[in-house]
């Protein structure tokens, strides 16, 4: 009997779905969005949202704790660094589900699935100050070579 067993199987043992979520886990946090099927989407949205409030405390307890879920050291440097405290003041639904279709091979259902405080999937990134002042001089340049292109034909047609 399947009394209280929630979630999905997804067609796999249950040593498979816990290495499937550990590794989407991973790569969700790694990248800030993934595409998977609707179905894996949709298990994923709830382990991660535990992985983050996780990571929100950063004590070494729950460092422990998501390090058992996470295996790559890199992945949960950043999950404690950059992704905990960007949703500090957040209460939960950290991500969010975008539905993208159907897979061309086989008609599945897919899904983007991306944490909140990022733009279209990509991680947030340090703005570095880009000189303003050397894009205008090559337009300005530009300009006056067409006005004088412009000179030059109405000088040639007035001769005319």
């Known amino acids: 009997m399947r009394h209280r067993k929630a979630g999905r199987k997804l067609r796999r043992t249950s040593e498979q779905q816990v290495a499937l979520m550990r590794s989407l886990a991973s790569s969700l946090i790694e990248r800030g969005s993934i595409e998977t099927t609707e179905a894996k989407a949709k298990e994923?949205?709830?382990?991660?949202?535990?992985?983050?409030?996780?990571?929100k405390t950063g004590t070494l307890h729950s460092r422990r704790l998501a390090g058992r879920e996470i295996h790559k050291r890199e992945v949960a440097d950043k999950l404690?660094?950059?992704?905990?405290p960007m949703f500090a003041t957040r209460q939960g639904g950290y991500t969010r589900i975008l539905k993208t279709g159907h897979r061309k091979g086989d008609g599945a259902e897919m899904a983007r699935i991306?944490?909140?405080?990022?733009?279209?999937?990509?991680?947030?990134?340090?703005?570095?100050?880009?000189?303003?002042?050397?894009?205008?001089p090559a337009k300005a340049e530009k300009a006056e070579k067409a006005e004088k292109a412009e000179k030059s034909k109405a000088v040639a047609g007035s001769k005319k």
């Open 114 to 136: 991306e944490l909140i405080g990022t733009q279209a999937g990509k991680a947030p990134e340090a703005k570095t100050a880009k000189p303003a002042n050397a894009a205008k």
């Open 44 to 55: 994923l949205r709830p382990y991660v949202e535990k992985l983050i409030t996780k990571a």
């Open 80 to 84: 404690f660094a950059d992704v905990g």
